[in-house]
């Protein structure tokens, strides 16, 4: 089971960004699939989550700007950053859990002032 993630790169305050994470492989019956946010010297953070009936949870940090959604056919997770924020910066990770919890290798977001 691979997760690709894509999407990351270098923008400016106010800015946008779509990540996107597809799982490949033997998948049976995917829950949960999301991101969290890793920067340097602080624990990684749920960003958001998508249930596979749909239902969401953003971190307050990221709440009105960011929105996830799936395609739960391609098994893929997208992460749609807008007004994005210099302290957005960091290791974008997505997951899929399913009996276990598969992650991606992450993406870096990188936003400038």
């Known amino acids: 089971v691979q997760l690709q993630a894509s999407g990351g790169g270098l923008v400016q305050t106010g800015g946008s960004l779509r990540l996107s994470c597809a799982a490949s492989?033997?998948?049976?019956?995917?829950?949960?699939m999301g991101w969290y946010r890793q920067v340097p010297g602080k624990q990684r953070e749920l960003v958001a989550l998508?249930?596979?009936?749909?239902?969401?949870k953003y971190a307050d940090s990221v709440k009105g700007r960011f929105i996830i959604s799936r395609d739960n056919a391609k098994n893929t997770v997208y992460l749609q950053m807008n007004s994005l924020k210099p302290e957005d910066t960091g290791v974008y990770y997505c997951?899929?859990?399913?009996?276990?919890?598969?992650w991606g290798q992450g993406t870096l977001v990188t936003v400038s002032s």
């Open positions: 997951y899929a859990k399913a009996v276990v919890v598969y």
């Open positions: 998508i249930t596979s009936g749909g239902s969401t």
């Open positions: 492989g033997s998948i049976f019956r995917i829950n949960d």
